[in-house]
């Protein structure tokens, strides 16, 4: 395990789960809310984010949590030797947006760039979740399938499964 990409809908405890495989490997964690978003909450540039995004694939190691962009998302599943799709019933998303969005309003969430826009986020995140679930999630399946014959694929469908799986115990694919 030296190159990971974790990914999942909005609201499945990517950035949760990142920071603790960090923690645990030592592995250099990359958010790329931070990478797509300045402090504020402004979009960067298409053209930066994508150098910024090379630019972590060149490296020897790495941790990478989030989407990103539709076009990064399969160059950097083809470079990572481990998957870890989170992909939890959509009921829980919702549920764990809205409790990040009520934490939020505390502590700011980590992984998201300083001084994000709260609400405006969480208002995306509630749009994305359907959307990702009709359209990207069944791809992100069918990848983790063809993916294991040739990479480590950790597809955890429920809390159970993320909680083995950062215990260090075998999770079914």
Known sequence: MKKVAVFG????????????????????LHALDKLCFDPGGAAVPPELYATRHAE??????????????????????????TLVH??????????????RFVKGLFIPPQGWPENSPLVR????????LWLCHRQLT????????DAAQSKQV???????????FLSGLPVAV
């Open 138 to 145: 069944p791809k992100y399946r069918a990848y983790v399938v």
């Open 154 to 164: 950790f597809h955890l469908r429920s809390k159970a499964d993320v909680a083995k």
């Open 56 to 81: 972590i694939l060149t490296q020897s190691t790495w941790i990478i949590d989030g989407y990103g962009s539709y076009e990064s998302l399969w160059p950097r599943f083809a470079e990572a030797d």
């Open 86 to 99: 989170i992909d939890l019933p959509l009921p829980l998303h919702f549920w764990w947006v809205t409790k």
């Open 121 to 128: 986020s969480t208002l995306t995140s509630y749009r994305v």
């Open 9 to 28: 809908n909005a609201g499945a405890g990517k950035s949760t789960l990142s920071r603790k495989l960090a923690q645990r490997t030592g592995l250099p």
